[in-house]
């Protein structure tokens, strides 16, 4: 993973040099709440825990709470964030691509330019599955598929407009079907394993974490992750290294809140990449199978934008934002 490691380091040097403008107590003095926009035990929640631990542990913050505001894939938490947190220095919220989404298709009052973009944290790998008795033993034979009957080829994933349903799509169209005719199905919690693992869907798309166990059991067959590199320990490979140019992460980020001052934001920006050049921080996103996707401030902001052109493309072609 030198590619990340090399983008660790330059964005450790920005965010050292705004560290260096602010006092050094001012990290141990820091009480943060963080907002995870969604229930106890999803990805956000994750996130903003791993944070709260790791911030803590390293001395990088005084205390943080963890507070969670679910509800319409982010974007009730968001505008309760947007609202309650002007000029805050010690409020922060998580969120990542499936809120971009949840932003687009809600028509939400508020969207991430009303916040403010301190790091991008982590980019998980999304694994594309089949049952153990699929006849598709690779990613060839599960295109070929689509290509034949995109209608009965039956996907299941997380919400809707969300990442799994992203990458279905991109998917289908790479298979030379029309996306808008992807056959997704949105399941809660569990129940996208449970019908994959019932032989009731064609294929499925998670988070390779989700359901790492059954991949290595062999209850479900890894074709594919859509990384844009081979992730050490991961057998499945890339898309792009299978010959298909798709790649999506599902990334996640912390913000702050609008209206902050330039020494607050050095401040929070200084404890974050302090936190994510921690051992501690290394250790956990190998124990949680997390990839290292960090990014300072100014390369999240510019990332954002590019970002939401290219969720918003996508969704258009599936038929969810006009």
Do not use: C
């Not at 920005?14 to 403008?21: D, E, F, I, K, Q």
């Not at 034949?148 to 407009?161: C, F, L, N």
């Not at 290595?216 to 074709?223: H, I, M």
């Not at 992460?249 to 302090?274: C, H, Q, T, Y």
Request: aromatic letters at 6%; glycine letters at 12%.
């Amino acid at each position: 993973m030198t590619f990340f490691r090399s983008r660790l380091a330059a964005g450790w040097l920005v965010a050292a040099g705004a560290a260096l403008s602010a006092p050094a107590s001012m990290a141990q003095d820091l009480e943060l709440t963080i907002t995870a926009p969604a229930g106890a035990g999803g990805g956000w929640d994750a996130a903003a825990r791993s944070l709260q631990q790791v911030m803590m542990e390293t001395g990088n913050a005084r205390s943080v709470q963890v507070i969670n505001v679910p509800g319409a894939g982010g974007t009730v938490g968001l505008a309760q964030f947007v609202q309650g947190a002007e000029g805050s220095p010690n409020q922060l919220l998580v969120g990542g691509i499936t809120l971009v989404g949840a932003i687009l298709t809600n028509k939400a009052p508020y969207d991430l330019t009303a916040v403010t973009p301190l790091a991008r944290l982590t980019g998980d790998p999304l694994v594309i599955v089949v049952p153990k008795a699929s006849p598709y033993q690779t990613m060839a034979d599960l295109m070929e598929g689509i290509k034949g009957d995109v209608e009965h080829t039956i996907w299941a994933g997380g919400s809707a407009g969300g990442a799994d349903h992203m990458l279905s799509a991109l998917v289908t169209q790479a298979a030379g079907q029309d996306p808008a005719k992807v056959n997704y199905v949105a399941y809660s919690g569990g129940e996208a394993l449970a019908a994959m693992l019932g032989g009731q869907v064609t294929a499925g798309v998670s988070g390779y974490g989700e359901w790492q166990g059954q991949i290595e059991s062999g209850d479900l067959r890894a074709l594919a992750i859509s990384y844009p590199e081979p992730i050490e320990g991961i057998a499945a490979q890339p898309l792009k290294a299978q010959g298909i140019d798709i790649e999506l992460v599902n990334w996640r980020g912390i913000f702050a809140g609008p209206g902050i001052s330039d020494a607050d934001k050095a401040a929070l920006e200084a404890a974050i990449a302090k936190t994510v050049e921690s051992p501690e921080w290394q250790d956990l996103l190998k124990a949680r199978g997390w990839s290292n996707y960090y990014a300072p401030s100014d390369e999240f902001a510019a990332f954002l934008a590019a970002e939401t052109e290219r969720v918003r493309a996508i969704l258009t072609s599936i038929g969810l934002v006009e």
